[in-house]
């Protein structure tokens, strides 16, 4: 069944809110899993190759550990409860998937 899914059915949206946020640009994040609703992605990880905020984020739902992030403390991303959360910098960071546990019931 893991055939169904994989990394690439992993999706990070973003874009510039338009919205300042102390003197930088505020991006919207959304990671989404385009798996079938049967698979669940996991110990998600992204590029996080020089990323930096102004706005903190909540280290349960992005963990930036060196040059990865880790989303959700390592819990699964459903297909029906994509992640969201917003950062601020004068530009935005190429957060690509690397890797994930994909786990199909």
Known sequence: MDGQ??????????????RPYQGT???AVTIINRCTPL???SNVKLNCTGFKTVKPI????LNVSGDVCIVK???PITIDDPVN???AYDYSFNLNPI???????
């Open 5 to 18: 899914c994989t990394l690439s059915n992993l999706e990070v949206h973003q874009y510039d809110t338009g």
């Open 25 to 27: 640009s505020l991006f």
């Open 39 to 41: 698979c669940d992605q």
């Open 58 to 61: 909540d280290p349960s739902i």
């Open 73 to 75: 403390n390592g819990q």
């Open 85 to 87: 959360f917003h950062y």
């Open 99 to 105: 890797s994930s546990d994909i786990h199909c019931h």
